[in-house]
């Protein structure tokens, strides 16, 4: 057995794809564009055109012959697909900047057209028609190539919190990566024993190409797979720091980014924000029949970058000071970022829950998403749900979907207060959910793993017992505010204030704002406002908030826009403490 679960075989496996959308051929106009930005190179049989591990390669198109891509499963070549004359050989890595986990070998020599990637964007820009098919093609490669567990291996047992630490990570990136369980996939001890490692020393992660780094941290792993880790120049100044990369941190690098800016957005965790682990997103503009989070942000993160954006994933700031008319933003390993103007978008985590042995399965046991609990809880398995707003309603769905049987625990008399009216039909119409109301949660027990939770009836005091495998606390969250401390005024609660200058404007010696707030850890938070800055205002509300004052601006002029500012920033007092290191490791 391999470490896709298949058995070996001398001969490369064949599961080559029929679908027509996932090798698309090219019309002899687009041909011909093509051929205006590359060159045309003869190729031998066994070429080897890019290999698994390669930081980057050019966009390929086949002119003649035949081309194969193919994975290795420890040691095993495994054949993925094949390309013909016409087709062309790239996936969203080319975009993304991914350490490549396939390899193009030459079947049948021929010939090919290389474009340095450079130049795609350029012709892009050219035939939007043929910027679509690339981009619509990669994407579902990417898709295709996840469901043939191509990708990166992570081994090491379900109960290790760093094995939960790098799997979380891989996911929120939409890293391609394959989860193999030392104690249950019998592939995880051919892995470990082809590479000589015992399973005490786990978790590891072996890449494609054959690296093999041994419980490495976020970063590590982030600079292994090639992501995130854009160039930041000795000096260099950037007109804007995005920091958090959640739909309301995307939004602004792209509307910075489109509009020529020099945009850094950094993130402490991964590219999504809260919305990366959300199994279906209904209410965003502009998808008629909703979205999974993992989508939004995959395609989110490529617009980023596709403009120009320079995107470090795995940073935490820990500091924002102003610095020469501008900010500097302190990242917790120590860089600093020179920026004329900070977007604060680092949203809020997740609230915890007041109850025995909470800590004992945090992880394991207790998730604050789905996405979490992916690989930890096997279906049929009971899951309580702790919470009874849209996200829980969200879960209770995705999860009774995928045959769990589902109880939701709320304090209130119903769910009426806190979830939208179509997700209440849903959960109450649905045979696989139980809402539970005026009721706690008190303790979590189990031997190795959570076996069951005590939940109280807050009317009457009575306890009883529910047994289940995993508990989603979803009961809201606060705001990722700490590292502003002394630095931008925060409300009582610590989200940032935000809204009309107090009266008096501007205290003396202040400059002008240029340190703008925009998503859910802002003040005076109306629903359908935090709604729309998430569906993709954040242009409008950066705007407002004084981007078009921005030097580079004024020599573009705009139509006019309101301009409210955001109260002014008080000097740094006093050294602000890092964000809430159990989420950002
Ligand atoms: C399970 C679930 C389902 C949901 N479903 C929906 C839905 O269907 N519809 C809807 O409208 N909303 C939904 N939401 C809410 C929605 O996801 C959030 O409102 C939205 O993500 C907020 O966006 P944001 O950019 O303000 O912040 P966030 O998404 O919270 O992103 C903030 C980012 O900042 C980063 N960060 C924090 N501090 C720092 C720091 N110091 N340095 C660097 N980075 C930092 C974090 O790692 C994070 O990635 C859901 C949320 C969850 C959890």
Redesign the pocket.
């Known amino acids: 057995m391999d470490e896709t679960g298949a058995e070996p075989s001398a001969k490369p496996t064949q599961t080559p794809p029929e679908d027509p959308l996932l090798a698309p051929r090219l019309s002899a106009g687009q041909l011909a564009l093509l051929h205006r930005y590359g060159q045309v190179r003869p190729t031998v049989a066994g070429q080897e055109l890019f290999r698994e591990g390669d930081r980057s390669y050019d966009f390929i198109v086949i002119v003649s012959g035949v081309v194969t891509i193919l994975d290795h499963q420890a040691g095993v070549a495994r054949e993925l697909a094949t390309g013909c004359p016409g087709e062309f050989v790239a996936e969203l890595n080319l975009f993304t900047g991914e350490r490549l986990f396939t390899t193009a070998v030459v079947k049948e020599p021929g010939s090919i057209l290389v474009v340095p990637v450079d130049r795609v964007q350029r012709l892009f820009a050219q035939d939007q028609a043929l910027a679509d098919l690339i981009m619509q093609t990669s994407f579902r490669r990417r898709q295709w190539l996840l469901a043939e567990r191509a990708g990166m291996r992570i081994i090491g047992s379900r109960s290790s919190a760093d094995a939960r630490r790098l799997r979380e990570f891989a996911a929120r990136n939409r890293l391609a990566y394959v989860w193999l369980d030392v104690e249950t996939t019998p592939a995880a001890s051919l892995v470990l024993r082809h590479h000589g490692i015992g399973p005490d020393e786990t978790p590891i992660v072996v890449m494609r190409g054959g690296e093999v780094l041994r419980n490495p941290s976020n970063t590590e792993l982030a600079r292994a797979a090639g992501f995130g880790s854009g160039a930041v120049a000795a000096g260099q100044t950037f007109d804007v720091a995005v ?7 995307l939004a602004a690098s792209v509307y910075g980014a489109s509009e020529g800016l020099a945009v850094v957005t ?5 590219v ?4 990366g ?2 199994s ?5 503009l502009g998808f008629p029949v909703g979205v999974s ?1 993992d989508e939004f942000a995959e395609r989110a993160l490529v617009q980023v970058l596709r403009f120009g954006a320079t995107l470090l994933v795995p ?4 500091r924002l000071a102003e610095h020469r008319g501008g900010y500097l933003v302190r990242l917790a390993a120590g860089d600093e970022l020179d920026a004329r103007t900070v977007i604060i ?4 985590s997740y609230r915890r829950l007041d109850a025995d042995g909470l800590d004992r399965f945090e992880g394991t046991g207790v998730f604050y ?2 996405l979490a609990a992916q690989d930890q809880v096997e279906p049929g398995e009971a899951v309580v749900i702790v919470g009874g707003g ?2 829980a309603g ?2 209770a769905t995705w999860l009774a979907d995928h045959r769990h049987p589902v109880t939701i625990v709320i304090r209130g008399d119903d769910l009426a207060a806190s979830m939208s009216r179509y997700l209440i039909d849903r959960v109450v119409r649905h045979p696989g959910i139980e809402v539970i109301a005026r009721s706690a949660v008190r303790q979590l027990d189990g031997a190795a793993r959570l076996e069951r939770v005590v939940i109280e009836d807050l009317a009457t005091s009575a306890r009883r017992t529910l047994t289940c495998s995993a508990l989603f606390v ?1 009961i809201g969250a606060e705001p ?1 505010t700490r ?1 502003l401390a002394g630095s931008v005024e925060l409300d009582r609660n610590g989200f940032v204030a935000t809204g009309p200058q107090p009266a008096g404007g501007a205290r003396p010696g202040q400059a002008e704002p240029r340190s703008l707030s ?4 802002h003040a005076r938070r109306v629903r359908g406002r ?2 729309a ?2 569906l993709g205002q954040a242009g409008r509300f950066r705007r407002r908030r004084g981007l078009d004052r921005h030097p580079l601006r004024q020599r573009a002029p705009r139509p006019a826009h309101r301009i409210r500012r955001r109260r002014p920033l008080r000097p740094l007092t006093a050294p602000p403490t890092e ?1 809430d290191p159990r ?2 490791s």
Do not use: C, F, K, M
């Open positions: 920091v958090g990369a959640g739909p309301a941190g950094v993130d402490g965790l991964g999504g924000g809260q919305i682990t959300t279906r997103i209904e209410n965003y989070g940073s935490t700031a820990s978008a680092t949203g809020v998403t789905p849209n996200s969200q879960a979803l990722h590292w925009a998503g859910d850890q935090r709604r800055q998430r964000i989420r950002h």
